[in-house]
């Protein structure tokens, strides 16, 4: 199998779910520094398009949204299961622990640090969400008004953890702890740490410390050339049976996939993959050869591309 490559940043809350991920299934793997915020020309030149973080590559196939890349690295490496309790509420979790719990806590957590990050970050975030870019009082202003609902969802945890339980699910942990933890983590992530809204859980702490000693493999640095080189040399991998509802789109189809909550880029290409939880195209005119790309069927809408 070539090697699992992983394009990130350290203090990219979704990337420490997706390192976790990895140490979590004892895997080695290679580790690509992209910039926090554009351009990303290395990145972009691989997925057509998308730049959020982090994304996940092997060969030629590339995987954007850590929904598919855990999912992906679940079907590759099944032991031990980030599933160890019921899928669904595992799936539960992870969505209300990526919107309910992490969004509040990233605006109160970049809101405090607003003076100590580059202020094209500020710029960059905003463009993403179709915001006009913010001034240092306004965000001020969003992180106080956020952290009410960030104390509230941290309760929420908490009550998760109240009857003593190691972990969310089962005895052991798995993907809805490593989601729900990425979200907590990015409290300290920044120079101004913001952990003591943590202080009365010490539930909370146990657990995250379990989480934490779960580690993040074996990983060794790679150049982002060498990423682009490897995707060039290789070919995808084969695709499984797809599942197309009613209304969509048949393989074969040129077509544009991007996030339906963020301005960014969409990716088009080949439709060559369509069920209940994934999309992939095959990119056209790609400069790097036969390259797929892969994302989530949820979040993610199938257009057509611009004439």
């Not at 420490?16 to 554009?38: H, T």
């Not at 030629?60 to 899928?87: K, M, N, S």
Request: glycine share 8%; proline share 9%; net charge negative.
């Amino acid at each position: 199998m070539p090697d699992i490559i992983l394009h990130h940043y350290d203090f990219s809350p979704f990337a420490e779910k997706i390192r976790l991920v990895l140490g979590f299934k004892g895997l080695s793997w290679r580790s690509v520094v992209i910039p926090s915020f554009m351009p990303k020309p290395d990145l972009v030149a691989l997925t057509g398009g998308y730049r959020n973080t982090p994304v996940l590559q092997i060969g030629a196939d590339v995987y954007c949204d850590t929904r598919v890349i855990a999912r992906t690295i679940e079907r590759l490496h099944p032991t031990p299961t980030l599933f160890p309790g019921d899928a669904g509420m595992t799936a539960a979790i992870e969505a209300w622990a990526e919107r309910d719990l992490f969004w509040p806590v990233a605006r109160y957590v970049s809101g405090i640090n607003a003076e100590r990050m580059p202020a094209e970050l500020h710029v960059d975030r905003a463009a993403m969400l179709g915001k006009r870019s913010p001034s240092l009082p306004r965000l001020k202003a969003v992180a106080e008004r956020s952290l009410g609902v960030v104390q509230a969802q941290i309760f929420q945890v908490d009550a998760m953890l109240a009857d003593g339980r190691p972990y969310l699910l089962a005895d052991g942990p798995g993907l809805a702890d490593i989601a729900v933890y990425h979200g907590l983590w990015f409290l300290d992530a920044l120079p101004i740490d913001c952990s003591e809204q943590l202080k009365p859980y010490p539930n909370i702490r146990a657990w995250m410390a379990r989480i934490a000693a779960i580690g993040h493999g074996q990983s060794t640095d790679m150049t982002a050339r060498a990423a682009l080189d490897s995707a060039a040399v290789a070919s995808p991998a084969p695709v499984g049976a797809s599942h197309p509802a009613d209304y969509d789109p048949p393989l074969g189809t040129h077509v544009a996939i991007g996030p339906e909550n963020y301005r960014t880029d969409a990716v088009e290409g080949e439709l060559v993959l369509l069920d209940r939880d994934e999309i992939a195209v095959r990119r056209l005119d790609c400069p790097l050869g036969d390259v797929v790309v892969h994302f989530p069927r949820v979040g993610y809408g199938i257009g057509m591309p611009a004439a």
